[in-house]
């Protein structure tokens, strides 16, 4: 039955984003519940669905009633716009990423990555990214067994990081020097969050970083 699980979830399966593939079992979910307008017809046809790929039943309509509520309200709401076309990758994990900060994590090894404040991160066996992750990962959960797993994971870009992270991130300075050509003393700059450098080096105006720098 295991087997025939897996096999019936690999349809499902979006590369590089495990929650991609739960939208796509969203998607087809919601495909079968709209064909047909008789509403017994249409729950046994949905029940078949979830018997046929091994999902529950109950959870996928625990879905259906929570997006009815969200699009209840957003459609009340006169400075929200429903998307006319689907959401891009970006458009999709950037949102994500807002809720999931602390559980990022920056590729050490194969499937081994650096997460926030020390932590070690795998990512966890069943995920589409195992074997195929990218440089920065961020997961929806950390989970702790025989290790510490990254759990329903997707490929993100580090430059999303700092404009959603904001206040929460550290910089340090080094190497203030005058530079002829802006005509000003310049510093590097290094960005940090939960101990994960973010931006490694990037150049800054020495005077603009705070009073102490400004007066020297």
């Not at 993100?156 to 991130?169: F, N, Q």
């Not at 550290?170 to 994960?196: C, H, M």
Request: aromatic residues 12%; positive net charge.
């Amino acid at each position: 039955v295991e087997a025939e699980a897996d096999i019936a979830h690999a349809k499902f399966k979006v590369h590089p984003s495990d929650f991609l593939t739960f939208l796509k079992m969203w998607e087809e979910f919601n495909n079968v519940s709209f064909k047909s307008k008789d509403k017994k017809k249409s729950r046994s046809q949905m029940r078949k669905f979830c018997r046929s790929h091994f999902l529950s039943y109950q959870r996928l309509r625990e879905w259906q009633d929570i997006y009815e509520q969200i699009t209840t309200i957003l459609r009340a709401e006169k400075s929200f716009t429903m998307n006319r076309q689907p959401s891009s990758y970006d458009d999709i994990h950037y949102a994500i990423l807002s809720g999931f900060l602390r559980n990022i994590g920056f590729r050490k090894g194969k499937n081994i990555y650096q997460g926030a404040q020390g932590k070690e991160l795998m990512t966890f066996p069943g995920s589409t990214l195992f074997n195929k992750g990218g440089q920065w990962i961020m997961a929806a959960e950390l989970v702790e067994t025989t290790r510490l797993y990254a759990r329903v994971a997707a490929n993100i870009k580090v430059e999303w990081i700092e404009p959603l992270a904001g206040s929460l991130c550290r910089s340090s300075y080094s190497d203030p020097r005058w530079e002829k050509k802006s005509g000003q003393v310049i510093a590097n700059e290094k960005v940090t969050l939960f101990g994960l450098v973010i931006v490694a080096s990037r150049k800054t105006n020495y005077a603009r970083i705070n009073d102490t720098t400004r007066e020297e």
